[in-house]
């Protein structure tokens, strides 16, 4: 369904010949916002490398807000002090250098992870529900956090994080074993219905010790609720060689995707290895996804929103669309978290549920205001 | 998502065309065996499920009571105290079934169903708020918890299921930006849920884990009625659906040119679907996975390119219905029935896609 009010409508001569009498204006305009749609909002590589740029400076924005904003007011001569004289001590210091800093880093880690894992599994689902946790990473992290703190009485954040990303591994490995193994290899639908059915089997092993066992909850809300803080900086050191092999692999997986968009049998024809590209592909989703949720535990509406803003400034392109998104995820995470900070000072609200509650809202006008680029 | 419902033709079509009068359609031997199997295990599960208990009672003895040929007492076992669970586990079941089926043909998204939408995490939303608030000082708190758990959870769902409507309204509904619409307000019910769990004290943290998994326990021909009333109405609108849903799985433009009013079937099959799932949330928990799942078994049992309504329906009831019977046999804790549909439906459904015998886009 073509809707163009609201959406900017630029007209392109060669697109609305003049010389077709029986196409009502009307249509015409509607071809051309269609376009629009499904081109972006920005074209051509000068336009798009601005666009990374200006992305690149509104994340220095918020890092900055991230170290200079918290639920300890600090002043800003304070705050630059703390940076650049490493003679300066006192509580003011500690707070910037070992809190501050080390939570906006290991948020620019898990948004960059979060925006492109979410911009791979759109693409390799070619479903817009495609979020990175729908592939059993969330809920393998999950069984696998519950189990830790059940039978081991591991109760801290770092002690989950290997737990974590075992079970994340674990899930994506059985969703992938599954989904690819019935006739017809990895669909989109096999896979994402294998998924949401191993997921669901997951959840079911969560709250079965949930709901027996009141311990384990109490430690296990405050988990999966999903937030930055809390998490001392080792657990960024510890996370960040998969999240790197993770971003590369997800760079190297967009050109194939952009051909998978064609439908297996076209990319196929064109010469491309189908399996080999599904494989690195989700290789590359898992460490992302696993990695993400191991050091802040499910944080979920990132990868599900982000890839569709991206693509309504991109277009589908991935080899694009892959770099925004994870720009994006880190804007909107880390804006998230300071936004946490100051809203019920002096306590903080979880970047997890600040991200549902103030970007669901945005995420429903944005999909209300224009027809977002289809999959 | 590339709606191609075609498969290929191999071999002579077996389908036999029925004409009766003007009408006529295509008959599939599975689309009625489905249904009868569905109906008749249905029949049998619900009966052993109403003998099991500390005074057990025969199948046969159970359907002899239920038709009115019982001993008193049985009688007043079976109908006063038992049959209460069994039938909001069938309504409930029911509900969610059709209603997925409903979802996932309008959005033709196999992830799509009222669990995605948000209807669940809205109900869970008002029910939480109602167990964490609904002790605590001021206006706000009183009023919560004078407005009861059921009620909260009704109005919690309700709420979504028109925010879904309306926000994803315009000038008719598009199902993808259902869909997306629907995450969206997901996501916030999901996020308060958690949030309210951390705020709480940890006992009234367990009694909201036990409600948000879906339960049968302790439920009453107070639940059972309106939710029965409410289906009465409702199943039959979504059962004369089906043929314009059909044809509206063509696009809007070629419905339109066969004579299906579109936007008034939009909004029909969008609000049956919706309050359909948000009274059966508020009768038994928001028992997950039922209306994912049980629609997807459906369409690969009986065939066909979209799941099959009633069929959904008849699948979906077996399932909650045996669900809660395995918990409360086989399993050495009671755990809530919202666990077991999981751990029931979803070996299933992955034994089907690993057989894959045909590949469903």
Not at chain 2, 88 to 114: C, D, E, K, M
Not at chain 2, 150 to 161: D, Q, S
Not at chain 2, 268 to 273: E, G, H, P, R, T
Request: charged residues 10%.
């Amino acid at each position: 369904m073509p809707e163009h009010d609201g959406a900017p409508v630029r007209t392109e001569p060669q697109l609305a010949p003049q010389g077709t009498p029986h196409r009502a204006p009307e249509q015409l305009a509607a071809d051309a916002a269609g376009e629009q749609r499904r081109r972006g909002l920005l074209r051509g590589p000068a336009t798009r490398i601005g666009g990374l740029w200006l992305l690149l400076a509104l994340v220095v924005v918020v890092c900055a807000l991230s170290i200079a904003v918290g639920s300890r007011s600090i002043d800003l001569g304070t705050v630059w002090r703390a940076l650049t004289d490493p003679g300066f001590t006192g509580d003011d210091a500690v707070v910037i250098r070992e809190l501050r800093i080390p939570r906006t880093l290991l948020g620019v880690l898990v948004g960059l992870s979060l925006g492109a894992a979410g911009a791979l599994m759109q693409g390799h689902t070619r479903n817009p529900l495609g979020d990175p946790g729908l592939l059993g990473v969330a809920a393998g992290a999950s069984a696998a956090v519950v189990l830790a703190i059940f039978v081991l009485g591991v109760d801290s954040p770092s002690g989950y994080v290997w737990f974590a990303f075992g079970g994340a591994l674990l899930g994506s490995v059985a969703v992938f074993a599954i989904g690819s193994s019935g006739r017809g290899g990895a669909t989109p639908v096999s896979l994402a219905l294998a998924g949401a059915a191993i997921s669901a089997l997951l959840y079911a092993l969560v709250r079965a010790v949930l709901v027996t066992d009141s311990s384990t909850l109490d430690s296990y809300r405050f988990w999966v609720v999903g937030s930055l803080s809390g998490r001392d900086s080792s657990v960024g050191w510890q996370v960040l060689p998969f999240i790197a092999v993770g971003l590369v692999l997800a760079m190297a997986n967009s050109p194939a995707l952009n051909l998978l968009g064609l439908g297996e049998d076209v990319a196929r024809g064109l010469g491309q290895n189908v399996l080999l590209a599904r494989v690195v592909g989700i290789t590359g989703i898992t460490l992302l996804t696993g990695a993400a949720t191991a050091a802040c535990g499910p944080i979920g509406f990132v990868g599900l929103v982000v890839p569709h803003l991206a693509r309504a400034v991109t277009g589908p392109d991935h080899r694009w669309l892959v770099p925004y998104s994870a720009l994006m995820g880190v804007v909107l995470l880390l804006a998230a978290d300071v936004l946490g900070r100051v809203v019920v000072r002096p306590g903080e609200l979880q970047v997890g549920i600040v991200l549902a509650l103030v970007g669901a809202p945005f995420f429903i006008a944005l999909v209300r205001r224009r027809t977002l680029a289809a999959l | 998502m590339s709606p191609t419902l075609t498969r290929p033709r191999l071999g002579p079509d077996k389908r036999r065309t029925v004409r009766v009068g003007p009408a006529s359609g295509v008959v599939r031997t599975r689309q009625l065996v489905v249904p009868v199997v569905a109906l008749a295990a249905l029949v049998v599960v619900s009966a052993a499920s109403m003998g099991r208990g500390d005074y057990p009672i025969g199948v046969l003895d159970v359907l002899r009571t239920l038709v009115g040929a019982g001993d008193p007492t049985q009688q007043f076992i079976v109908t006063e105290l038992r049959a209460p669970r069994v039938v909001v586990g069938v309504l409930v079941g029911l509900a969610l079934g059709i209603s997925g089926a409903l979802v996932q043909t309008f959005a033709r998204n196999p992830l799509a169903s009222p669990d995605t939408l948000g209807i669940n995490a809205g109900a869970s939303a008002g029910a939480v708020a109602v167990i964490v608030l609904g002790g605590s000082a001021g206006a706000g708190g009183q009023l919560l918890g004078g407005l009861g758990l059921p009620l909260a959870a009704l109005l919690g769902g309700l709420v979504t299921a028109l925010l879904i409507f309306v926000l994803a309204w315009r000038k008719g509904v598009d199902g993808y930006r259902l869909v997306l619409v629907g995450v969206g307000l997901s996501a916030v019910g999901i996020a308060a849920v958690d949030w309210l769990l951390t705020r709480s004290t940890i006992q009234d943290a367990t009694a909201a884990t036990v409600w948000i998994t879906g339960s049968l326990n302790g439920r009453t021909w107070d639940q059972a009625w309106p939710l029965g009333l409410v289906l009465l109405v409702l199943v039959p609108v979504a059962l004369a659906c089906s043929r314009q849903l059909g044809v509206l799985q063509f696009g809007e433009e070629t419905a339109r040119a066969l004579g299906v009013r579109v936007g008034a079937t939009q909004a029909v099959v969008v609000l049956v679907a919706v309050t359909m799932a948000a009274v059966s949330v508020s009768a038994a928990g928001p028992i997950g996975f039922v209306a994912l799942v049980v629609p997807q078994v459906a369409v690969r049992l009986v065939g066909g390119s979209r799941p099959p309504l009633l069929a959904s329906g008849l699948l979906g009831a077996l399932l909650v219905v045996a669900a809660d019977l395995l918990t409360r046999t086989v399993l050495p804790v009671a755990l809530p029935v919202g666990i077991v549909t999981a751990v029931v439906g979803a070996p299933y459904l992955l034994w089907l896609l690993v057989r894959g015998r045909r590949a469903l886009t």
